[in-house]
């Protein structure tokens, strides 16, 4: 599948609000919230149970992820026709994805990145063979919220995001989709958990920086 067609084949039907946006980005644990469910496995099907065991969603799903910030991605395969999207905590569909060939990970700060490759479901993954993109991010309502293709893309963390597009340099994102640091990079790591990304400057230097956007040879 061409990456070029992937706008025209993701189709978003919008039923959910993006209201609980601002919430989902103010440090709260968006998951006690709603309730955690777990998925389960009978006859090859997926449901979901509460942490008390009981079966809330009876299985129907061939892929059951799990569920992040209210919402899980799950796959239906029908006689006629297949559905997959997200699935709130009573087992609606609120977001719909694209039937062939998407595969959607767990929101993050109120964004998903959504990947334009089929689930791999010997090695429970998506199959990543080929290109690493094209990614998207959605919101909640299921938007495409920048409107753009990358090639390289990881989860929002702290309000902060690694992508590449396609043919051009790494950069970090805020929720707006700018450019939080007004930097570009040969090569960039993700944020440790000690607050530092390993950067390849455009001059070919390594450096280490800060949440800040702070430079350092070696990290302090």
Known sequence: MKKSCFFVILTLVILASASCASGLRSGENIDEQWGVLHPFQRDDLWGYKDDSGN???EPKFRVARNFSEGLAFV????STTSQRGFIDSSGEMVIFLDPDGIFAHDFSEGFSRVIDREWDFENERPNVIGTIGPYI?????GRNVFGQEFEIAEDFNRGIALVAPYNENYFFINWMGRNAFGREFLYARNFN????ARVTLLNGRVRFMTRSGRLFSTPR
Do not use: K, P
């Open 55 to 57: 079966i809330v969603i």
């Open 193 to 196: 958990s000690e607050g530092y």
């Open 75 to 78: 796959v239906i395969d029908g």
């Open 137 to 141: 991010f959605i919101d909640r309502a």
